[in-house]
């Protein structure tokens, strides 16, 4: 009999929300009963561990994310579909910095939130279509994006831009009109 009216999605959203309240690394088991007013033993019928739960919150984050970048993206190409997708991904991870950082850690082989990523690849390879990339060259401006993506808004999100000028909106488009730039003139491999 469920305690409380929790439910195993119940259970995810508030780690979740405790996470972007305040941090990732400080959810736990104890702390999401504590949300609940429950026993901590009332969430193992929902969680096995602390590490469960991280990866359900995982799970949560990059469905969520994965759904607003594909809304994003949908109907557009090249460097619109390339804005769209980026612009999805900075809103949510400064909208929600403790979901941000579930999507970022490393999780279990067996987690669904493993299988959830792989979306975000397929999401990526959709706006890449718009570039006309190998199938090799995908890879690297995946992880080249990702790199930027991730690196941008973690040095945004902990204030690494705010203390000079021009404002990080102004950088972002910028960035943003240099990747397009970048993947419509992708450098052909040299000789080996």
Same mark, same amino acid.
Request: aromatic letters at 8%; a negative charge.
């Given at each position: 009999?469920?305690?409380?009216?929790?439910?195993?999605?119940?259970?995810?959203?508030?780690?979740?929300?405790?996470?972007?309240?305040?941090?990732?690394?400080?959810?736990?088991?104890?702390?999401?009963?504590?949300?609940?007013?429950?026993?901590?033993?009332?969430?193992?019928?929902? %969680?096995?561990?602390?590490?469960?739960?991280?990866?359900?919150?995982?799970?949560?984050?990059?469905?969520?994310?994965?759904?607003?970048?594909?809304?994003?993206?949908?109907?557009?190409?090249?460097?619109?579909?390339?804005?769209?997708?980026?612009?999805?991904?900075?809103?949510?991870?400064?909208?929600?910095?403790?979901?941000?950082?579930?999507?970022?850690?490393?999780?279990?082989?067996?987690?669904?939130?493993?299988?959830?990523?792989?979306?975000?690849?397929?999401?990526?390879?959709?706006?890449?279509?718009?570039?006309?990339?190998?199938?090799?060259?995908?890879?690297?401006?995946?992880?080249?994006?990702?790199? %930027?993506?991730?690196?941008?808004?973690?040095?945004?999100?902990?204030?690494?831009?705010?203390?000079?000028?021009?404002?990080?909106?102004?950088?972002?488009?910028?960035?943003?009109?240099?990747?397009?730039?970048?993947?419509?003139?992708?450098?052909?491999?040299?000789?080996?």
């Amino acid at each position: 009999m469920a305690r409380a009216g929790l439910t195993l999605e119940r259970v995810a959203l508030a780690g979740a929300e405790l996470a972007d309240r305040d941090g990732f690394d400080r959810v736990t088991v104890s702390a999401v009963a504590r949300h609940f007013d429950v026993a901590v033993a009332s969430l193992y019928s929902y %969680v096995k561990s602390s590490r469960d739960l991280e990866g359900r919150i995982a799970l949560l984050a990059l469905t969520e994310l994965a759904d607003r970048a594909a809304e994003a993206i949908a109907g557009r190409s090249g460097k619109d579909a390339l804005t769209a997708f980026a612009d999805a991904y900075r809103e949510y991870a400064l909208a929600h910095p403790g979901r941000w950082a579930a999507t970022r850690a490393t999780l279990d082989p067996d987690s669904g939130a493993l299988a959830a990523g792989r979306r975000h690849t397929d999401l990526m390879q959709a706006v890449l279509r718009g570039y006309h990339l190998d199938d090799r060259d995908r890879t690297h401006a995946i992880r080249l994006l990702g790199s %930027v993506f991730n690196g941008y808004v973690s040095l945004e999100s902990s204030g690494g831009f705010a203390h000079s000028t021009p404002d990080s909106q102004q950088s972002w488009v910028r960035i943003l009109d240099a990747l397009d730039a970048l993947l419509r003139n992708w450098p052909q491999e040299g000789p080996t």
